[in-house]
């Protein structure tokens, strides 16, 4: 758009009339480039925010699946057992009634071979039932009790023309017999090749519990011993379904009344009832143990749909069986449960055919697939991105799996969520652990807490002397004195964070954890004292040469009483301490109140924070003060008010506006601020208003976890979406301060 300047006012000279246009063409360059900056900085902003949120975004995407479109395969000869496929969905197998796996190669549909199962007896016949305790393992039960336990391994190479291939191992890890007497209903078969675990269900609600282990002396020699024993107690309801963990230490089962009972299986002693607990109404119908074998998910006969676990003792109490999480219903029964390898998301079944796949910590439903009747024997493979299935008509289906942060949900982030093995729901951050079935805890809330527990004790320290600073400062100290501690002031905030974080953590910390007692009791009788010291001075200048010379010095006359204060304190803190604390303020802390001392706690977050919040609302606020009329203070005083009636009931209200802004500043900059909480607290993401111990803030934890987070993770979008919340909370702080100081300032603003 073209700049137009208006023409000059006539009966002007010539010079007069250029400098006018040239002036006034300058001025509306300045406001349009004025206003330009302006939206860039919005725009910046705003692209900002985007960006962050655009990170953060996918972490509440549902999962998705799409069907792999593949030829058809020729079907096994004998009745499909079990199905499966690699982790790259290049090669699928089957596993029949005769024992036998086929393997398809998924791209063209074709049967790249078949691999046998040696039986383990000459009159095994044929497979019974298979169990699927993990991807690719399984254990498989012949028609005359014995069992077998295998597992498919693939590993990518390359043949001699140097083409990618895919070998595939068929891996006997171990077989044992049927148990002596009666033909079992169901066997299962845990363990690896060295330790074998059988649990057969035998008519009459018994269980044969059969343990084999295999121990190898010093001079290399092998010896295997065998225990069996027998389970025939009074169960409420007949069992309808039972599982066993990898290690085949744990024996779970479930009846058609409802009810979970626990067995503990230990090699060398008899099975040791461990408790039962009541799961519904229904019967139970499907039994899994999630990723770890701390949990174990249940389904039943009406569809629904739990985990359970074994949570810790109480003090006094034994552990105990409980629903830790409930998941979506299913509209039918459950009939098969799997657990994914790599996370504790679970595929389930109905008897409808509708899969779903839930996460457990979450409690999220990630994926619905529609019913399909004759669908049945569910599989994932070992990456957990793919869905198989089998069914009369289409054969094996296959579905790619996209499901990148299952653990992600508003519960996880902001709720209570029951983790394994803890006594009660409880909001936990802990990101990452050193195993493949840790539980990450990635509640938000321990750290929200933290940012705002650290600003309250830094404003809680810095805004009453700040503001109050300003107050004297601007009103009571003399021109000449103000003119040397407001810089000085100001100069604080040029102290780099990093340097505050650092002096605090490595010397006020040790410091005030050895002086505790001596700065409590400095901290009471600082002010206890100059209250005491003030009373005097207002006799004082009743004497006119007091008045006329001590007015706008007091300050430096009551310098003395401060230092008189903080003797007394060094002197009667240890005393203190060593009378009535028993030499330790820490230990005593602990016997008597049951509270730690952390040596990086909240008082020194107060006064390091405190430290870099100061220099910011005593400027803004001095400069509030400074600006109020001086008529106003003028009437004031000439209507017989004293200076600090003046102060409280004229100044204030007026410089209220802007003392609000710079107290807000302020707390913007606390709630932001990283190096010096990261270096002087704990960084424990605990929940406790104690000032005793530290806690970790939002900003800290970006600062800590970042580094460390791959990208594209769940850690890493989970840490751009504390980002977005860092900048909504100082985003709402900054609103709420901009409306209540225009209130005030239309309030005040007529004085």
């Not at 725009?43 to 900002?48: D, E, K, M, Q």
């Not at 009453?464 to 107050?471: F, I, Q, R, T, Y």
């Not at 009636?645 to 209200?653: G, K, M, N």
């Amino acid at each position: 758009m073209a700049l137009t300047t208006p023409p000059a006012p006539a009966g002007l000279i010539p010079e007069n009339r250029a400098r006018i246009r040239r002036v006034r063409r300058v001025d509306r360059l300045a406001a349009w480039l004025i206003t330009a900056g302006g939206l860039m900085v919005i725009v910046s902003v705003l692209g900002i925010l985007i960006l962050i949120a655009g990170v953060a975004a996918p972490l509440f995407k549902p999962a998705r699946a799409e069907r792999l479109e593949l030829p058809a395969a020729p079907a096994p000869a004998a009745e499909p057992l079990a199905v499966g496929a690699d982790e790259y969905l290049e090669n699928g197998y089957v596993l029949d009634r005769r024992g036998v796996f086929s393997f398809y190669g998924l791209e063209r549909g074709e049967l790249l071979g078949e691999e046998p199962l040696t039986p383990p007896t000459a009159t095994a016949g044929e497979v019974r039932q298979v169990d699927t305790p993990a991807v690719n393992l399984f254990s498989i039960e012949w028609e005359d009790g014995s069992l077998t336990l295998a597992r498919v391994r693939f590993a990518p190479g390359y043949d001699a023309a140097g083409e990618r291939t895919i070998e595939r191992e068929l891996e006997n890890l171990g077989s044992m017999p049927a148990p002596a007497g009666a033909r079992p209903r169901r066997s299962l078969l845990r363990g690896d090749a060295g330790n074998l675990t059988r649990v057969s269900l035998l008519e009459g609600n018994a269980f044969a519990v059969t343990r084999q282990a295999t121990s190898t002396d010093l001079f290399g020699e092998s010896s295997t011993a065998v225990h069996e024993h027998r389970i025939e107690e009074a169960l409420p309801g007949r069992v309808t379904a039972f599982t066993v963990d990898q290690d085949g230490e744990m024996l779970l089962a479930g009846t058609d009344t409802g009810h979970l009972v626990r067995w503990e299986l230990r090699e060398g002693e008899a099975p040791r009832r461990l408790d039962q607990a009541r799961v519904g109404e229904a019967a139970i119908s499907a039994l899994a143990m999630v990723l770890g074998d701390v949990s174990v998910a249940v389904g039943d006969e009406a569809g629904g749909y739990s985990t359970w676990s074994d949570i810790a003792a109480q003090a006094g109490q034994p552990r105990r069986l409980a629903r830790t999480h409930t998941l979506r219903p299913h509209p039918s029964a459950i009939r098969a449960i799997v657990p994914s390898p790599r996370d504790k998301s679970l595929l389930s079944l109905g008897a409808d055919g509708a899969l779903h796949l839930d996460h457990m910590t979450s409690e999220r439903h990630l994926l619905a697939m529609a019913a399909t009747e004759e669908r049945k024997l569910p599989a994932l493979n070992s990456r957990a991105n793919a869905i198989l299935s089998w069914s009369a008509g289409e054969g094996l289906s296959v579905w790619s799996l996209s499901n990148p942060h299952p653990e992600v949900s508003l519960k996880s982030l902001f709720g209570r969520v029951w983790y394994e093995s803890y006594a009660e729901p409880d909001f936990v951050w802990q990101s990452s652990g050193g195993t493949g079935d840790f539980e990450p805890k990635l509640s938000l809330v321990p750290l929200i807490f933290g940012t705002l527990k650290g600003t309250f004790y830094a404003m809680l320290l810095a805004l009453p002397l700040a503001v109050l600073g300003a107050v004297y400062t601007s009103q009571f100290m003399r021109p000449g004195l103000r003119r040397w501690v407001k810089p000085a002031v100001e100069i604080m905030a040029a102290v780099p964070s990093v340097v505050i974080g650092f002096l605090a953590a490595l010397w006020l910390a040790p410091l005030v954890d050895g002086w505790f007692t001596t700065l409590a009791l400095g901290l009471a009788l600082i002010p206890t004292m100059l209250l005491l010291a003030m009373l005097g001075w207002q006799r004082l200048e009743e004497i006119p040469a007091v008045r006329r010379h001590g007015r706008g010095h007091e300050f430096l006359l009551l310098a003395p009483v401060v230092g008189a204060a903080c003797l007394l304190a060094l002197w009667a803190g240890p005393a203190l301490e060593l009378h009535l604390m028993g030499g330790s303020f820490s230990q005593w802390l602990y016997e008597t109140f049951n509270e730690r001392y952390d040596q990086r706690n909240s008082i020194i977050i107060a006064f390091a924070l405190g430290f870099a919040v100061i220099p910011i609302i005593f400027t803004i606020s001095d400069d509030a003060l400074s600006n109020v009329p001086r008529h106003l203070t003028a009437a004031s005083l000439a209507l017989g008010a004293s200076r600090w009636q003046t102060a409280w009931r004229v100044v204030l209200p007026s410089a209220s506006p802007g003392i609000f802004a710079g107290a807000m500043i302020g707390f913007g900059r606390a709630v932001g601020e990283t190096m010096i909480v990261l270096m002087a607290t704990g960084n424990t993401p605990i929940l406790d208003w104690s000032p005793f111990n530290g806690m970790r803030t939002l900003s800290a934890n970006i600062a800590v976890e970042i580094p460390e987070a791959p990208v594209a993770s769940t850690l890493y979008r989970v840490l751009f979406l504390t980002a977005v919340i860092l900048f909504l909370m100082t985003f709402f702080a900054n609103t709420v301060a901009e409306v209540v100081r225009q209130r005030l300032r239309k309030k005040y603003g007529q004085l």
